[in-house]
């Protein structure tokens, strides 16, 4: 038998590498996987560089290595096979039913056979989830947490969670004072094998992300600084619960234009690589609650976006692909905005934040809920285009990670589990954000030259699917807002999106 670790299964201590300490160990490097979407370069890089690193430490620590750099997975499996023919390969389950019939018609086809064991990247099984789920054709997130909480115990005290609430969430939406400034996120400094991958993909994979979809118009990004083994995924857990844990609670749904980390973990790229797991980075957290070090309402936030969003999103998307790809109940059918890929916009929050995903390939999740989903949602981008978008360009985005967030939760698109479609205004971004101040849009106005697009787009949208939204019970109050508009009025906004939306094909906005 052979352990085949995909790119993103880097789990030494659990699964298969650790069951089965003499077999030998295949990892395949396959070029095509880069070319499938203009990924961001330290997507690319972060990806490699993490299996580089993996190889050399499985060999310095003994194990039998086959390292296949190649076009694409197919070649790689046909090199394995014609050096080990007939071999059995033992890997971790891919996220979908259809993804597994693919690899296993593959490996079959290369001249061997597979067998798949559990994702050890996550706390619950599919048999877990499955009969938690049953039969029912939607899932609640909140219902859902709290179950697992109950079969994890994690915060769990006699049956009850610990301090008397599941969730804190109204704890963890202040906005910091003028003064505050977030603690120095970690930057681990790429060493030479990093560095050579980086050029290595810079090279190999020009005329991507780059030059993705006008060409031309790509600042340099930052240094790469992105953990790329366990032992730096270790001190990035370290750094976060020490140093910014206790400043995440609060502030998690605040943005700031100076301050691209907030509080927020940036353990994400070690989660989805399984440098780190899920129950790892969880017992930290409540451990620093129980010696004092963090309160409840920031590690409770914590463990809801660990234990809670992270394991259902990935559970959903198993069980709703591929439909869910694909899903656009709204009919949303416009084009990405070009300023998604170039950053060019005169509106402050927007500019900022594609800046940073084109700089260092991130942002956090309520500036791509809230600010890049939104936006979206009411502009009414086509789903699988703003997806792609989401997919290619962040650093810990993989397609079970993005669709049920981007297509779902910001677009909602199939209304599986999203109870109502997230859309605001400028008054949430003003509420949530200092970006409104130094803008040139006015974020008080609807309509006319210089209104803030989010304004007219936001009514607009609720005008365009009144239809199908009206009759929700949580859409109710912003539908009597709408109702208080007169004909002129409507008119006006109807207009003014318009206008915005041709100035965005323009790349006049
Ligand atoms: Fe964004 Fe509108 Fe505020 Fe400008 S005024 S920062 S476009 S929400």
Known sequence: MTVWLRGDHLVRRRGPLADRPDDRVLLVESESFGRKLPYHPHKLTLVFSAMRHFRDELREAGRRVEYYSVGSFREGLEAYFEAYPGETLVTPSPPTPSERTRLEAMVESAGGSVEFVADERFCCSRAMFDEWAGDADGYRHEDFYRFLRRETGYLMADG???????????????????????????????????????????????????AEPYGGD???????????????????????????????????????????????????????LGLLGPAEVIKRAIAAYEDGDAPLYSVEGFVRQILGWREFLRHVYRREMPALAEANQLGADEDLPAFYWTGDTEMACLSDVVDGVRRRGYSHHIERLMLLSNFGLVYGVEPRQLNRWFHAGYVDAFHWVTTPNVVEMGLFGAGVFATKPYAASANYVDRMSDY???????????????????????????????NRLRSNHRMGLVYNHLDNKDDGERAAIRERADDVRSKAERGDL
């Open 160 to 210: 009850e969670p610990v301090g008397g609430s599941w969730n804190y969430d109204e704890e963890n939406r202040e906005t910091p004072p003028d003064d505050w400034t977030a603690p120095e996120p970690p930057n681990f400094e790429p060493d030479e094998l990093t560095r050579d991958t980086a050029a290595w993909v810079r090279e190999t994979f020009a005329g991507g992300y780059d």
């Open 218 to 272: 790509w600042a340099d990004p930052e240094t790469f600084r992105w953990p790329v083994t366990r032992r730096q995924a270790v001190r990035a857990l370290d750094d976060f619960v020490e140093n910014r844990l206790t400043e995440f609670g609060p502030y998690q749904d605040a943005m700031r234009r100076s301050e691209w980390a907030m509080g927020h973990s940036l353990l994400s790229t070690s989660l989805n």
């Open 436 to 466: 409104c101040s130094g803008c040139p849009y006015d974020k008080t106005k609807a309509t006319g030259e210089g209104a803030c697009p989010f304004n007219a787009l936001y009514w607009e949208f609720l005008d365009r699917n009144e």
